[in-house]
């Protein structure tokens, strides 16, 4: 019992000490900090995504407070947290352009494959071997790395095992393109101006002949789409449809008349029939109809 007792008083003594030489310790070296950076912390989002290039929401608010990060720092807040964190800091609110990620392959299902890959279920892993299981060297491979990075549950794989996003959640924070091993490099994920209407779903730089045989919703160059738009708002750059969304007028009159159906509605804005979007592939649902793009529907049936 003797022994027991001791023991009890010896951890209570440690405990003690330990308590009085953490609160010396505490006051010793206390820092101030700037009550700012709590009030900026408190309006953004909080997701620690590191799309503004800082390692952490604090360090976002620190460097908005120190004068070193303007209030538009945080990119997932999009247009609201800056308004927040300018009214915090007293400063001009400032107008952000607002951009939500894109896929630039319409692959999956539609895709050749090289090989049958049977080793980690990732994307960087496939692409260290042979670069790739997809015949297709621009293409989705489909593994969902970038599903797994997106910090707002904004992306999600279809039965084509495509990746699709969810514009009501995207933040356009690009975590995404970075994660994707041909994000960068093939264009396959990108940024795109929250009002964008349409997307091309091919990213390809192959011969045409190979893209055919690669995939059957690539984009052929045919030039039907640049023809056919009546703002002068897609042309067919180095092979590829390229979109100038500071012309394009969502008529959609590109996504009716492509040959491969690689031209597709995306953008918050879009009035498309959900049917015939890329989100309709997985369900999402962020599209309505309305009488025009019905008339777009039976162009593109006819």
């Keep these: 019992m003797t022994i027991v007792i001791f023991a009890v008083g010896a951890l209570c003594f440690i405990g003690l000490l ?111 071997l042979a670069g790739g299981s997809l015949d297709c060297a621009f293409g989705c491979l489909g593994y969902g790395d970038c599903v797994r990075a997106c910090p707002f549950d904004a992306m999600a794989l279809d039965q084509r095992g495509l990746p699709v996003i969810d514009l009501a959640k995207c933040t356009g924070c690009g975590v995404c393109v970075t994660e994707c091993p041909r994000g960068r490099s093939a264009h396959l994920l990108e940024l795109l101006p929250e009002k964008a209407a349409v997307a091309v779903r091919c990213s390809s730089r192959d011969k045409i002949k190979d893209r055919r045989s690669f995939c059957t919703m690539s984009c052929i160059a045919c030039k039907k789409c640049e023809r056919a738009c009546p703002s002068d708002a897609i042309h067919v750059i180095d092979m590829i449809a390229v979109v100038d969304y500071e012309k394009c007028t969502a008529c959609y009159t590109c996504v009716a008349v492509c040959p491969q159906d690689c031209i597709d509605v995306t953008g918050r804005d879009a009035v498309l029939l959900a049917k015939l979007t890329d989100g309709a592939a997985s369900g999402f649902e962020g599209f309505t109809a309305a009488p025009a793009a019905e008339a777009v529907e039976e162009e593109a049936t006819t």
Excluded at 26 to 32: E, G, I, L, M, T
Excluded at 81 to 87: L, R
Excluded at 89 to 109: F, K, L, P, Q, S
């Design 18 to 128: 330990s308590a009085v030489l953490l609160a010396t310790a505490a006051q010793k070296f206390h820092v101030d900090v700037d009550p700012r950076v709590q009030a900026v912390l408190d309006v953004l989002p909080g997701a620690n995504c590191g799309a503004c290039g800082n390692p952490s929401c604090f360090s976002a608010a620190e460097a908005i407070a120190e004068g070193r990060a303007p209030v538009t720092t945080c990119v997932a807040g999009g247009q609201a947290v800056a308004d927040h964190v300018a009214n915090v800091m007293g400063a001009d609110a400032c107008e952000i352009n607002a951009v939500v990620a894109c896929r630039h392959c319409g692959g999956g299902t539609n895709a050749t494959r090289a090989y049958a890959y049977g080793g980690v279920a990732s994307c960087n892993a496939v692409s260290k």
